[in-house]
């Protein structure tokens, strides 16, 4: 059974920096993407990150881009979300999700409706 199981998260001050984990499990990350998106109180769910773990290749929403980063421990099947130059407005409840790459891979990351398999999500709040 495919899983994705969250952790990281918290609350941090602006400026500030917070690594997301997404550990998978029960499918061969090597052929999916793994895409990071969010949702703020009263906001539509935003993708923010996609990596691509056929190539390593990574996409990024405008609005963290340059300030987040997201990457792949192969020996642990764990993708990672580093966050930083954090903002107030990036508070929301985080989710990573995972997707077959095949040829398209990262386009179109923020079509939500292409994933099949969803992490429980993690808050991150950005405050002083």
């Known amino acids: 059974q495919p899983q994705l199981v969250q952790s990281g998260g918290g609350v941090v001050q602006p400026g500030g920096s917070l690594r997301l984990s997404c550990a998978t499990s029960g499918f061969t990350l090597d052929y999916y993407v793994i895409t990071w998106f969010r949702q703020a109180p009263g906001k539509e769910r935003e993708a923010i990150s996609c990596i691509n773990n056929q190539d390593g290749s990574t996409d990024y929403a405008d609005s963290v881009k340059s300030r987040f980063t997201a990457s792949r421990d192969n020996d642990e099947n764990t993708v990672y979300l580093q966050m930083n130059s954090l903002k107030p407005e990036d508070t929301a409840v985080y989710y990573c999700?995972?997707?077959?790459?095949?040829?398209?891979?990262?386009?179109?990351?923020?079509?939500?409706?292409?994933?099949?398999?969803r992490g429980q999500g993690t808050q991150v709040t950005v405050s002083s």
């Open positions: 999700a995972a997707d077959w790459a095949g040829p398209r891979g990262c386009v179109d990351f923020g079509d939500l409706r292409r994933y099949d398999y």
